[in-house]
C-alpha cells in the first residue's frame, strides 16, 4: 500500500502497518520519519540491522525479531541499506509477524524493484517514496524551526533556501547555526550574510579540528590565517561545544574499542568527510577533559556577553590554545 510522504510527516501515527518500507534520495526526510517513530514512543529499544547483516546471519536477525518479553520496553526494527535480495527474507517473515514494527530504509528504487512493488501492492504493508525536497516543503521546514524569530524576511528566507541548495540536511546545519548565532531571536540579514560566508565559517572549523587534535603546528598556523570576527564569538563558542557533546556522547556509548560503531549511532550523524577526523579526536579526549573545556566555554561565553570592553577576539584565540594543549594532556 502506498502512503504519502506529507502524510507521514503531519502525522507519524498514519504508519498503522507493522512493516514499511521507505525509499528515495531524500535521506534527510528518513532520518526525521526514525526520529518522529523514537519520538513519539515513551518506553522503547531501537534495534538496528543492515542487509549484509541480515544475509549473512539470518539466525540472529530472527531471534532478535521473535525473542519477546511481556516486561521488555516495545522494540522498533530499522534495517538499512535495503534492496530486492532482501525479498525472500521479508517473505519469510510475512506470516510470522504478530506485533513486532520492523522499517526497512533504501536509496533509489525503480518502478521495476521487486521489493518495491511487493510493499505498494500489499495491503498489510506500506510504502513511503522519499523524493527530494523542493522550495515549498523547504520553507515550511525553515518555518517550523524558527518560530517564534523575528526578521523572516522573504529576502533572509530565499538566503537560507539557496545555501541549503535544497538539501534537507544541510538546511537542518544552517538552521542550527542561525538558532545558535542568533539567540536574541531576531535575524539581520547582514549577520546572516556572514554567518554563511563559507569561507571563513570553514577556516574555523579547520582551526577548531586541528586545535581538538592536538596538532599544534597547525593550530599555530590557522591562528594566523583564520579571520576571528567579533560578531560570531558565540557561534565560535557554539561549533566547539557541538563537537565536544558529540565527542562525549561517543565515549560514553563506546569503551575505547570501536569509536566508528559508536559514531555511527549520533544524531544527527557525522557528516562522511568529518568521520576520520571525528575518530581522531575520540581518541585523544575523555569526558574529564570535555568537561573541563565545556566549562571554560560557557564561562568565556558569559565573559563576552557582560564585559564590552575585553578584547574578545583574543579570549577565544587562547581558548583554542588552552584546547589543542589540553588535547594532548594525559
Do not use: H
Amino acid at each position: 500500500m502506498i502512503y504519502k510522504s506529507y502524510q507521514i510527516e503531519q502525522n507519524i501515527f498514519n504508519l498503522d502497518k507493522n512493516l514499511f518500507l521507505f525509499y528515495g534520495e531524500n535521506l534527510g526526510l528518513q532520518e526525521d520519519i526514525k526520529n518522529k517513530l523514537i519520538n513519539n514512543r515513551k518506553k522503547i529499544e531501537i534495534i538496528k540491522f543492515n542487509q549484509d547483516d541480515i544475509l549473512k546471519n539470518q539466525k540472529k536477525f530472527f531471534n532478535e525479531i521473535f525473542n519477546i518479553s511481556l516486561f521488555e520496553n516495545e522494540k522498533l526494527f530499522f534495517i538499512s541499506q535495503v534492496n530486492d535480495k532482501l525479498l525472500q527474507v521479508i517473505e519469510d517473515l510475512e506470516d510470522k509477524i504478530d506485533s513486532q514494527k520492523l522499517y526497512f530504509f533504501s536509496g533509489l528504487l525503480d518502478k521495476k524493484s521487486k521489493i518495491r512493488n511487493y510493499f505498494e501492492k500489499s495491503n498489510n504493508y506500506g510504502a513511503v517514496a522519499c523524493y527530494a525536497d523542493n522550495e515549498i516543503s523547504i520553507r515550511k521546514l525553515i518555518f517550523e524551526r524558527l518560530k517564534g524569530f523575528e526578521g523572516l524576511s522573504g529576502q533572509n528566507i530565499n538566503l537560507i533556501i539557496q545555501n541549503s541548495n535544497l538539501d534537507r540536511i544541510k538546511l537542518k546545519n544552517e538552521l542550527n547555526k542561525i538558532v545558535s548565532y542568533f539567540q536574541n531571536k531576531k535575524i539581520e540579514t547582514k549577520k546572516l550574510e556572514i554567518l554563511f560566508d563559507f569561507k571563513i565559517n570553514e577556516n574555523f572549523n579547520s582551526l577548531k579540528d586541528e586545535a581538538l587534535n592536538g596538532n599544534k603546528s597547525k593550530t599555530n598556523e590557522l591562528l594566523s590565517e583564520t579571520i576571528i570576527e567579533s560578531e560570531k564569538n558565540i557561534f565560535y563558542l557554539a561549533l566547539i561545544n557541538q563537537r565536544l557533546n558529540k565527542l562525549s556522547e561517543t565515549l560514553k556509548i563506546t569503551n575505547n574499542d570501536n569509536f566508528e560503531a559508536a559514531m555511527n549511532e549520533l544524531r544527527p550523524p557525522i557528516f562522511w568527510k568529518d568521520k576520520p577526523i571525528f575518530i581522531n579526536q575520540a581518541k585523544k579526549w575523555n569526558i574529564n577533559k570535555i568537561k573541563n573545556v565545556l566549562s571554560k566555554t560557557y564561562n568565556l561565553e558569559i565573559k563576552i556577553k557582560s564585559n564590552t570592553i575585553i578584547n574578545k577576539n583574543l579570549l577565544v584565540k587562547k581558548l583554542i590554545v588552552d584546547i589543542c594543549e589540553m588535547a594532548n594532556a594525559s
